[in-house]
């Protein structure tokens, strides 16, 4: 058995792998960059290695989900989670015997697993004769195809070469989808519906797996409509032996990108399920796998094709665990010391569903922008967290957004599904915005419970239509605080003038105050009390801030709260608008309100002096990241609408625009870090120098 391992890794993955290691008594060592330090896991280590930290534009590639699955050209990565010789070195040096490589960096990465046994260690996980095959999303359908696995129709080797990606895309035939040759985690990929979009999408899916993962080779594929995801769970072990454990449901995912994960997968005739797990398990065999992987299948009715077969551990793999009771980690490290599989297939049994939910740091209701910066934990739900931290914790640009991971297990899918959702709800934090809200409220969704949706349905969906304005709640909720009809309120110190003359309870029209949220202007009417409730309706103007204007335009033809809402003060610092709860508090000259998990500041405001309009000559980034591409240069004609440059963080690209027509200045280089609200761009009218 392994004694003493290197955790290859970091965050909540990190933490998970050494809970096993506990729990066996094995020892471990763990490797960390300078903004890692305070993670939980380091504690118990035996050794904590420090590791040579990136520069700024290296570190901005580096991803906890995105794989790496190879180098190209001659050097590799240094520093960070991706430095293959300061990983090896920190084994050998703390006397580790064993590897674990997590998810994500170098865990599909032949090169990785071959240094790592030539410095005589053990790699937890399989072959680099095979992470290389199934890396590679080309080779990988070839072998699968050899198998008996069915693929869809794509191209037969991945390539750089656009023209002849072009001519390929036309035997394909549209829609098709392009992905990195290299890839994992959705990055770079991008569907395409017709000839017209393909070099750009091409163009801009290279860059970015040159960027991420030293390959710019692209697969293009068919793009199936309507299909959902579903992954079986495989190992193998040295002696010819493979099994599965059964199935996920993947299908909720936003950009190629899964949020909610299930297991096992609902509505599946049982025919078309045991198909699924021999063409696994056939495949595993052909590969003479050993370890962890997962196949991922496409299921359109009752046909299913093969996409890839990720060659890890899965971020996913905890629902698996929970329905059948398997701890999958403690399985790597006994097949990866060469024992043979702990049970045989009729001896695997689940019972039960689970439902994990990935918390992110990113704000649904504005293009699910991403949201770096502090978040403190008050109160963590009673379900199983996977998280590398208590209760604070600095989450940076450079690094995936995910933050923790909730999974709750019923015995039902329905009890599982609510148990999800409560969690959602029942996670208290300040600070920086998640998606836990709109995950909740996906939770709850009609098509979701029915097992109807796809993997396009979280695409399709606009948040705001769907689940309602937090903007216009937060505004209702301060407004509510600020004249709730208690004297002794905490809130009046806040009200207008600092004190509360100014209401006439006997008044049905008491009045209006002006309010911003984020810059977005809200006149908010008081029309009367009932008991302790406030009634309250909210106008909205057109959006102002760079933040407003990220939301999509949506704001601009937002319709007006023309009826009374009912707020509610429940307790403390707690507004309840209609049936939504809305934390209200105190912050400098304003408030911090948090609703449907994201957070806003809300100021007393008056329209004139609310900085940008939507025709406001300076075009401000809406997000701290790196101006990954530039597509005009200074003294350039532009029109409204004409794209001007691609801002990037977290796996996220966001497209700047014109508003309006005129002669631009580029204010920043390609390549740049820039802030939030940072001026990139600044538009002329035509002629307005002479």
């Not at 836990?436 to 996906?442: D, E, K």
């Not at 419970?449 to 903007?471: K, M, N, S």
């Amino acid at each position: 058995m392994i004694s003493r391992l290197l955790i290859a890794n970091r965050g909540e993955i990190a933490a998970r792998i050494a809970r096993t290691c506990d729990r066996l008594g094995i020892e471990y060592v763990t490797v960390s960059v300078a903004a890692d330090r305070s993670l939980t896991y380091h504690a118990a280590a035996v050794a904590t290695v420090a590791l040579p930290e990136r520069d700024a534009a290296a570190a901005r590639t580096d991803t906890a989900i995105g794989s790496p699955s190879g180098e190209s050209g001659t050097t590799r990565p240094t520093g960070g989670y991706l430095d293959i010789d300061a990983l090896v070195r920190a084994a050998t040096e703390t006397g580790c015997d064993a590897v674990h490589p997590g998810y994500g960096f170098l865990s599909e990465n032949a090169d990785f697993a071959r240094a790592v046994r030539a410095a005589g260690l053990v790699f937890v996980g399989p072959s680099s004769r095979v992470i290389e095959t199934m890396a590679d999303k080309s080779s990988a359908r070839q072998v699968m195809a050899q198998a008996g696995v069915p693929v869809l129709p794509g191209t037969v080797r991945a390539s750089e070469d656009l023209d002849a990606l072009v001519g390929a895309a036309a035997d394909i035939g549209y829609p098709l989808i392009v992905k990195p040759a290299g890839g994992g985690g959705g990055k770079g990929m991008s569907v395409v519906r017709s000839a017209a979009g393909l070099r750009e999408a091409l163009t801009s899916a290279s860059r970015t797996a040159t960027a991420a993962f030293a390959d710019g080779r692209l697969h293009l594929e068919r793009y199936v409509e309507r299909a959902r995801h579903i992954e079986v769970q495989v190992f193998g072990d040295e002696f010819g032996s493979a099994v599965h454990l059964f199935d996920r449901d993947c299908s909720l995912q936003r950009r190629h990108q899964k949020v909610i994960e299930e297991a096992p997968a609902p509505r599946i005739p049982d025919a078309v399920r045991a198909a699924m797990y021999d063409a696994a398990v056939q495949g595993t065999k052909a590969l003479q796998y050993v370890g962890a992987g997962t196949f991922e299948f496409l299921l359109v009715g009752d046909e299913f094709f093969f996409i890839e077969m990720n060659t890890r551990l899965q971020v996913e793999h905890t629902v698996t665990e929970e329905i059948t009771g398997i701890d999958l980690v403690q399985w790597q490290l006994l097949v990866a010391a060469g024992e043979p599989l702990p049970a045989d297939q009729p001896d695997i049994a689940y019972s039960g569903a689970s439902v994990q939910v990935r918390m992110y740091a990113e704000d649904p209701f504005r293009s699910f922008l991403p949201c770096p910066g502090a978040i403190e934990v008050t109160h963590w739900p009673q379900v199983r967290v996977e998280r590398a931290f208590a209760g604070h914790l600095d989450v940076t640009g450079g690094f995936d957004p995910m933050i923790a991971k909730l999974v709750a297990t019923g015995a039902t899918r329905d009890d599982a599904l609510a148990a999800a959702r409560r969690a959602c709800e029942d996670l208290r934090w300040q600070g920086i915005s998640t998606n836990l809200g709109f995950v909740a409220r996906v939770l709850a969704a009609p098509i979701v419970a029915a097992a109807e949706h796809d993997t396009a349905y979280l695409d399709r969906i606009d948040p705001v239509a769907e689940f309602g304005d937090p903007d216009e709640l937060c505004a209702l909720a301060v407004a509510a605080a600020l004249t709730a009809p208690d004297r002794a309120t905490p809130w009046s110190t806040g009200a207008p003038g600092g004190d509360r003359a100014w209401l006439d309870p006997a008044d049905h029209d008491l009045g209006s105050l002006d309010l911003s949220v984020d810059e977005r202007a809200f006149t908010v009417r008081v029309g009367g009390y009932e008991g302790d409730a406030v009634l309250v309706r909210a106008d909205t103007a057109e959006p102002s801030s760079p933040a407003a204007q990220a939301t999509d335009q949506r704001a601009n033809t937002r319709q007006t709260t023309d009826v009374g809402v009912t707020a509610r003060r429940t307790d403390g610092d707690t507004i309840t608008v209609g049936s939504t709860p809305c934390v209200v508090r105190r912050s400098g000259e304003g408030w911090i309100c948090q609703v449907a998990g994201v957070s806003r500041q809300v100021r007393y405001a008056e329209y004139r002096s609310l900085g940008t309009s939507a025709t406001d000559p300076e075009i401000r980034s809406p997000m701290p990241g790196t101006l990954v591409q530039l597509h005009v240069a200074s003294g350039n004609p532009v029109e409204k609408g004409q794209l001007l440059g691609v801002v990037e963080a977290m796996k996220l690209e966001h497209e700047l625009t014109a508003t309006h027509a005129g002669i631009v200045t580029v204010n920043a280089a390609e390549g740049a870090v820039v802030t939030t609200a940072q001026s990139l761009f600044l538009i002329e009218e035509r002629g307005a120098a002479l």
